[in-house]
C-alpha cells in the first residue's frame, strides 16, 4: 500500500508544478460541468442547413476535390466518383447503381497479378489504405459525427480526415494541417447490403470543411458503392476543445523541466545540456555493426528518425544510408514537405526506390523541393511512384528524365493536372520496364514517341487515357517496338478495334495480363478473342467487363488454349455464358 501512495504523491506534485501552465484540475472539472450542461439544455438536432447559429449543421458534400481512381468513365457521370456530390441518390436501397460511387478496384486478386508492384519495406502496419477521395463542404464547422452511405458490399472504409484549410478561400494554402477523425482495419461487413456507417470520432481543435476519405477494398468480394458522406459539426468550438490536459512524464521529476526539448509527443533533452546527455551506448557497442543494422531496419521511418536521437552510436546507424534504399513516403503525406525532403536527402545516397505517391499536393511539396531532392538522390534511382502528385509539373519531368537515367519503373497514375507536353520527358527514359499512365493527360503522339524508345516495357497501364484518339495505332506500335510486353490495361479505352486487337495478339505473345474491360467496340462475331486465346497462351488475368458480345465459343477457346488462366472477368454479359464458364474452369 506504501509505494502506491507514494506514487500518487509524486502524480499530485507532478501536476501542482504544472498548474500555472496548464490550468488548475478545479477549471478543468468547471468545463467539463459547463459542457455537459450545455448538452442537457440543447435542443434537438437541425437538418441540412443547420438550425441557427448554436445548433448542429448538417451538410453533403458540396464539391469532390480529388480522388485516386474510380469505376467509372472521364467523360460519364456512371460509377464515379463525382456522384459523392450533393444528397444521396440511392440510399437506402442496396444493389448495383450507376449513380453511385466505385473505386477501380476490389479484392485481393489486383496484388497477385503481373502487373502489381513489390512492396516497399518499412511502411507502418497501421497504413492500410489504397484509394481515397476528397470531399469540400459549404460551410466549416467542428465536426460532431461523419456518416459514409454505402449502398452495396460495404466495409472498405479504414480512415477520415479532416483538413484545417478551406478549399472555397481565395487566399493560398499556408499551414495545412490534417488530422485523423478515424481510423481502422479492413473489414467485410456481414451481408452486401446498404448501411449508414458513423464511427466515433476524435474532436478537433480547428473547424473543417474538407474531409478526406480512404478505404481500402482487399477483403470484399465484389465493388463497394458509396452514395453521400454527411458532416454534422457545430459552428462554434466546444468547450472541451478549449482545454487540454497536461501531459505528464513519470520519468521527468527533476526540477529542470522547462529545458527539455518537446518533439511531438516525445521529449528529449537539449543537445549540449551535460547533465541530461548519456554518453554510454549500453551493449551496443559490443553488437557487429551488421546485426545492429539488421535490427534497426525493421523500423518505421518516424521511429527510425525517433532512434537517431538516442545516442551518438544509433544516430550513426539510423543515418546510414544503406537503411534509406527503399524509401515510402505514401503513409506520411500529410506531414510531408519540402522541409521534410531537405532533412532525408543527406541519408538517401543510395537509394533506389521511391514511393511519394498522394504527397505534396496544396503547395506542401513544391516542384523545386522535389526536384532539389531527385538531383541529389536520383540517380541510383530505379522505381519511381508518384499517383495523384499534383505538384508535378514539366520540369519535374524534365529533371526526372535527366537525373534517373537507369529508371525502370514510374507511377504516373492520377495525375490529371500534367499537361501533355510533359510526357514527351517519359521517351527519355529509355530503360522502363514498367510504366502506369492511367488518368493522365497524355496524348497519341507523345505516347507513341515513348513506345518508340522505351522498347523495355513489360508493364504498360493506358487505362482511361481519354485524349488518345485511335488505339488501333497504338496496339500496332506495341507488337512492334514491345514484344517483351508481359502486362497491358486497356480500361475503357473506346476506340481500339478488332483490327488493332489482331495485330497486338500477334506481336506481344508474352502477355500475361490484359485489360480490355469497356472497350465496347470490339465484337466477339469478328473472332477476335477466340484468335486472342490461340496466340496468348501464358494468360492469366483477362478483362473483358461490359462487353455484351462474348460467347460460348470465345470461353471454350479459351479453357482449351489458356491453361494458366486464374481470373476472367466477363461481367455484363448475358446469363448463358455464365453457365458456360463453370464448363471452361472445369475443362481446364
Known amino acids: 500500500m506504501f509505494p502506491m501512495l507514494t506514487l500518487l504523491s509524486m502524480f499530485y506534485y507532478i501536476c501542482l508544478r504544472r498548474r500555472c501552465r496548464s490550468g488548475s484540475r478545479s477549471e478543468a472539472l468547471g468545463s467539463r460541468r459547463a459542457v455537459e450542461l450545455a448538452q442537457r439544455s440543447s435542443g434537438p438536432v437541425g437538418g441540412i442547413g443547420g438550425s441557427g447559429s448554436g445548433g448542429e449543421l448538417e451538410q453533403y458534400a458540396k464539391e469532390v476535390l480529388d480522388f485516386s481512381s474510380h469505376y467509372g468513365s472521364e467523360n460519364s457521370m456512371s460509377y464515379t466518383m463525382w456522384n459523392l456530390a450533393g444528397a444521396p441518390n440511392v440510399y437506402p436501397s442496396s444493389g448495383d447503381f450507376t449513380q453511385t460511387a466505385v473505386f477501380r478496384t476490389y479484392g485481393h486478386w489486383w496484388e497477385q497479378c503481373p502487373s502489381a508492384r513489390a512492396p516497399y519495406r518499412r511502411t507502418p502496419r497501421s497504413f492500410h489504405s489504397t484509394d481515397f477521395l476528397e470531399l469540400a463542404f459549404e460551410e466549416p464547422v467542428y465536426p460532431t459525427a461523419v456518416e459514409v452511405l454505402e449502398t452495396y458490399h460495404p466495409g472498405a472504409v479504414v480512415q477520415i480526415l479532416a483538413c484545417s484549410h478551406n478549399p472555397f478561400t481565395q487566399n493560398p494554402a499556408t499551414d495545412v494541417r490534417w488530422e485523423v477523425l478515424w481510423s481502422g482495419e479492413p473489414s467485410k461487413a456481414p451481408t452486401p447490403h446498404s448501411r449508414q456507417f458513423s464511427p466515433t470520432i476524435r474532436q478537433l481543435s480547428f473547424p473543417t470543411n474538407l474531409l478526406r476519405v480512404e478505404v481500402n477494398s482487399g477483403l470484399l468480394e465484389y465493388y463497394t458503392e458509396l452514395d453521400a ?52 551506448n549500453g551493449y551496443f557497442d559490443k553488437l557487429p555493426y551488421e546485426l545492429i543494422q539488421l535490427i534497426v531496419s525493421h523500423l518505421t521511418l518516424p521511429d527510425l528518425c525517433r532512434l537517431a536521437q538516442s545516442c551518438k552510436l544509433l544516430q550513426q546507424h539510423c543515418c546510414d544510408p544503406l537503411q534509406y534504399q527503399q524509401l515510402s513516403l505514401q503513409p506520411y503525406w500529410a506531414a510531408l514537405t519540402d522541409a521534410s525532403l531537405a532533412h532525408l536527402q543527406p541519408r538517401c545516397a543510395l537509394l533506389q526506390r521511391l514511393n511519394a505517391s498522394w504527397t505534396g499536393n496544396r503547395g506542401a511539396v513544391t516542384s523545386n523541393g522535389f526536384c532539389s531532392f531527385l538531383k541529389v538522390c536520383g540517380a541510383g534511382l530505379v522505381s519511381l511512384e508518384l499517383s495523384c502528385c499534383h505538384f508535378l509539373c514539366e520540369a519535374s519531368m ?191
Not at 492511367?438 to 514517341?449: D, N, P
Request: hydrophobic share 40%.
Open 229 to 280: 458522406v454527411i458532416l454534422r459539426g457545430v459552428r462554434e468550438r466546444p468547450m472541451l476543445a478549449l482545454y487540454k490536459m497536461p501531459l505528464i512524464d513519470m520519468n521527468d521529476l527533476s526540477d529542470g523541466e522547462d529545458d527539455a526539448v518537446a518533439i511531438g509527443n516525445q521529449r528529449f533533452p537539449p543537445a549540449g545540456d551535460d547533465k541530461h546527455n548519456n554518453t554510454g
Open 398 to 588: 524534365e529533371v526526372i528524365a535527366q537525373t534517373c537515367p537507369g529508371l525502370q519503373e514510374l507511377n504516373l497514375a492520377s495525375c490529371d493536372r500534367l499537361q501533355p507536353q510533359a510526357f514527351s520527358h517519359v521517351s527519355k527514359l529509355t530503360s522502363l520496364r514498367r510504366l502506369v499512365l492511367y488518368r493522365t493527360k497524355v496524348e497519341q503522339t507523345g505516347l507513341l514517341s515513348i513506345l518508340t524508345f522505351c522498347t523495355e516495357l513489360q508493364h504498360l497501364n493506358l487505362g482511361s487515357c481519354v485524349r488518345i484518339q485511335d488505339y488501333d495505332v497504338v496496339a500496332s506500335m506495341l507488337a512492334v517496338r514491345c514484344r517483351r510486353l508481359r502486362s497491358l490495361d486497356l480500361w475503357r479505352c473506346g476506340s481500339l478495334t478488332e483490327r488493332g486487337l489482331g495485330e497486338l495478339a500477334l506481336g506481344c505473345g508474352r502477355l500475361e495480363e490484359l485489360d480490355l474491360g469497356w472497350c465496347s467496340t470490339l465484337q466477339s462475331s469478328s473472332g477476335c478473342f477466340q484468335h486472342l486465346a490461340r496466340c496468348l497462351p501464358r494468360l492469366r488475368k483477362l478483362f473483358l467487363t461490359a462487353n455484351r458480345s462474348v460467347c460460348d465459343q470465345d470461353l471454350d477457346e479459351m479453357a482449351a488454349c489458356c491453361p494458366k488462366l486464374q481470373h476472367v472477368d466477363i461481367l455484363g454479359e448475358p446469363a448463358s455464358v455464365t453457365v458456360c464458364v463453370c464448363v471452361c474452369v472445369c475443362v481446364s
